[in-house]
């Protein structure tokens, strides 16, 4: 029994694992905030790249 209180006590202390969890939290936070911020600015070049393309093939009369 006191082989197993120790164990016990042992895993609770161990933090070998903590800083890798941590980075990848902030990895993960970081690449959510970048894929939003690309998207939110990306949609509104890629609209107007389309309304140029549109403008620049439309047939003159």
Do not use: K, W
């Given at each position: 029994m ?15 694992g ?27 070049l ?16």
């Amino acid at each position: 029994m006191g082989d197993r209180r120790n164990h016990r006590i042992s895993l609770l202390d161990d933090t070998t694992g903590a800083v890798f969890v941590e980075y990848v939290s902030v990895l993960l936070l970081v690449g959510t905030i970048t894929a939003a911020a690309t998207y939110s600015l990306g949609r509104p070049l890629v609209d107007y790249y389309r309304f140029a393309q549109l403008i620049l093939a439309l047939p003159f009369p």
